[in-house]
């Protein structure tokens, strides 16, 4: 899988500079997160430098494209609108530096983040079915994110700051003795992360059947809540949104069964 970086900052970040980031998330995919999932990937920079939109086939020729973008626009949508007229059908995601400042993140980071969830879910299409992290014997379809359970923790390779992300025993109904659910496996209060769990500062969303929307969990970490706020200033950009697409707004809990969503995995 090839994705493309094109370089809309205007000047802000230098292609020169991008490069170091590419190189290095590129190192993450491979030695770091292909081994764990057996998914591989290669970014590359595309795009001519300065151009206000890339708009020929020659700007992208990858699988997927993901824009690395200043200022959060007054319409979202309208960026949105330029990718689905140019490239319909391509998978694609925004990384804004202005948000990235926002959440005292390295904007490398927030590019990982955006990479290994657009590796592992480019269509955002998938979900996992595990239990409803507030209400015991309850189960909801957890969205198949890599690293929003784990947000606010990163490492660094060669320099750059990368994102943690989750690992394939996290989307398990069981704890395996001496098993991993992130690559960091940072403990918290003595704990490390359990499957379907979060970690301080992350949360995770899932589709309710019974309700027939979507929700996200913890609603009681400030770090947490303060990441979704500022996230929610890309509104369309962002892959939740994308989620919702494929679910109606209201469904009774009977419908809801027998229309599980078909790439659902549990």
Known sequence: MII????????????????????AINRQITEDFAPYWG???ELRLEG????????SASDMRGDAVLYLCGAVPKSVDGLVGVHESTYRGIPYGF???ELSGKLDEEWSTTLSHEVLELIADPEVNLVVMGPHPARRGKNVFHWYEMCDAVQNESY???GVAVSNFVLPLYFTGGEERGG???FLGRAHQGKTLKSFGVNPGGYIGFYDPDTGGDDTFPPDDPVAAKRMQIKGEAKAARRLIRYRRFFAPRVTSAPAARRRPPTARG
């Open 4 to 23: 493309s970086v094109i370089n809309h900052t205007r000047g802000e970040i230098r292609d020169e500079g991008l490069q170091a980031v590419i190189r």
């Open 39 to 41: 998914l591989n990937a």
């Open 48 to 55: 001519r430098f300065g151009r206000a939109s890339a708009k």
């Open 95 to 97: 990384v804004f530096t």
């Open 156 to 158: 660094k390779i060669d």
């Open 180 to 182: 991993r659910n992130d």
